[in-house]
């Protein structure tokens, strides 16, 4: 199979979203000591970037068919550079939200504008090959960029590696904040984005009628029926999931078992993402054995046991059993998605922006556990994650598909 160039640019861009949208749960420790935060106050970090995508979403699909593929990424990445620079230059807590606001709402666009560009130049057939191939790499920066943000904290100021890049991040930032030369990694990776896409030659996107977002009869057609309710709040709830034990994992090991959060805690997200990463190519075969609302059951059981496992067990246990969350987390979306749009006969681009709204969940989720932990302990505010899962397990138990998915047959 030929792959064109543009769609390595679009595994790219998929890889870029990831690395800094996924970095966010090692920081949180490290924020948190720097700033003399609550965990109530650092709950509104990733509230601060995921709400962006609730606030995004639609009106990127909409001003899409405005202005085009390169306009939109251009300024999805100028968004993000202005965010990055904004704290790296500024780092106190109120430019931090700003900061994760103008890089949510950036990536937000991203995830819109991707997908049908996507389709186009790898073509209609190909779609679903490359789809996957770009969580791929999706996942790939989710488990590598933590341990970027590792090797920064253990060289920067170090008296090591005083030359090159380790030495002009020495000049940037301060010994006490050496964690904020990770956005300055960010400027420069959204810079060098902007050029590129700028250079970039795109092919012509002619949005599918199943891609376009319609604000007038679909939308209010769309928000009377109680199942696209329904659906959004399972995507609410993944979204608030994989966010909230993400982003409170390296504080929870710090906390309960004494656990470096700038190495051990950052090495137990970035195995999260990868076991999610892994464990979406298992779900890719057994959904093509089994009904998908039954690998949904089977998976977010093996999720709350995993969770239980995490947060009760003893070190040895939890640095295993929290990896093992994103492992059974790895199908939730792919499989609540598609019964979401198998569920409705018309107005599936509408229905996936609003579905794409359901990932505000990212910021509402950590915010309560953060709260919680405030008042009644870390380990028990990450326990409310139970009613996340227990929501999307009650999914494979009432979802009834139009068209339910293809399975091998004996």
Sequence with gaps: MRIPPIVFLIFFIFFVISFLTNILGPLIPDIIQSFDLSLGLAGFLPFSFFVAYGVASIPAGVLLEKYGEKKMMVSAFLLAFAGAVSFGLN??????????????????????VINPLLRTAGGDVNFAFFSVMGQLFFGAASFISPMLYSYLVANVHSGRNAGGI????????????????????????ALAMVVVVGLVSFPRV???????IDTGKAFGALLKDRFVWMYFLGIFCYVGTEQGVANWVSQFLQEYHGMNAATTGASVVSWFWGLLTIGCLLGLLLLKIWDSRRVLIIFTSGAILSLLAGLFGPAEVAILAFPLVGFFAS???????????????????????????????????????GALGDWVGLRNGMLFLLVTLGYILSIGFWARPLVNNATIKK
């Design 331 to 369: 199908v939730m979306w792919s499989v609540i998605v598609s019964l979401a749009l198998n569920s409705v006969a018309h107005y599936h681009g509408t229905f996936a922006g609003i579905l794409c709204t359901g990932i505000v969940g990212g910021a509402v989720m950590p915010l309560i556990v």
């Design 166 to 189: 380790i030495g002009l991040f020495d000049s940037l930032v301060t010994a006490d904040l050496k964690w904020v030369s990770l956005y300055w990694v960010f400027a420069a990776i």
């Design 206 to 212: 002619e949005l599918k009628e199943d891609e376009k």
């Design 91 to 112: 780092p106190v807590f109120s430019t931090a939200l700003f900061s994760l606001f103008l890089i949510g709402i950036g990536m937000a666009i991203l995830q819109v």
